[in-house]
Each structure stands twice: as structure tokens, then as C-alpha cells.
């Protein structure tokens, strides 16, 4: 079965720094998810670094799902990458880059992610998952302007 990739790049009204170390946070991981997932951090550092494992429950269509990641690079204040150990996708990493420019910084996430099941995760994808991780991300951009401060994305 192919992967999937999702793509987002918006702007922050931040410094480099301090938006990186916001998302170094794991607690910020729950103020930037949409309610309705119920995310909990069960188990993690208080601020990430490479080799960490981050142990988090959520409710997917009110199924709880337990999700543990782990952060394989590490570059503060440029990138880092987050694999899905055991959970819900068949493959999940995340590549987070943070790039001076504008007066704050662009965040560019690329998303690489599998569902499992064959054809039925195919369907599923088309009908459901694509389109709720598209949500999710519009929701966390939502969230980051309130936190951070302004926001914008270049034009699709």
C-alpha cells in the first residue's frame, strides 16, 4: 500500500527559538489538538530531546487509541522528526522544520503516513482520514495564532 503525505507551511509571528521551543513542549501537543480527539499525554519528558518516547492516549470516533511516538532526529531550533512507534498508522513520521524568514518563522511539517488494513484503509482515507488530518491541521493553526501570535499560510 502507498503512503500517504500531507503538507503544511505557515508563518508564525515568532522567533525561531521560542516557536521551537514551544512545539518541545509536549504539553502544547494537547492545546494545539482538536478537542473532540480527547488527547492525553500519558507519559513524557518536560521538554523533548532526541531518543525520547512520548507515550499518548486519544479517542479516534470515540475509540480510545493508545499512540506511542518517538522523537528520532533532533536539531533544535531547525527541525525535529516524530515516528509513530505502535498506534493507529500502519507508518507515521513527522518532519517539523522551523526557517527564519519574514520577520518570524515559517514552520513546514510533511507528514508521511500508511493506514493499516489494505483496500479498507484506502477507502477509509478516502472518506474520512484525509480529510480529518486536514481539519486537525487547520484547527492547529487556528490554536497557534491565539498562542503565539499572528499566523498566515501562502496560498494553495
Known sequence: MADYVFESRVWLAGARPEVFEFFA??????????????????TAPDVLSAGDVLDLRMSWLGIPVGWRVFIREWDPPYRFVDVQVRGPYARWEHRHRFLEGDGGTWMEDRVTYRLPLGPIGRVAHAL??????????????????????SVSSPAA
Do not use: C, K
Not at 504539553?27 to 478537542?35: K, Q
Not at 480529510?131 to 501570535?149: F, K, N, P, S, V
Open 25 to 42: 513542549d509536549p504539553a502544547n501537543l494537547v492545546r494545539i489538538t482538536p478537542p473532540s480527539f480527547h488527547l492525553r499525554v500519558l
Open 128 to 149: 474520512l482520514v484525509g480529510r480529518q488530518l486536514a481539519a486537525m491541521w487547520r484547527y492547529r493553526t487556528r490554536r497557534l495564532e491565539a498562542l503565539i501570535g
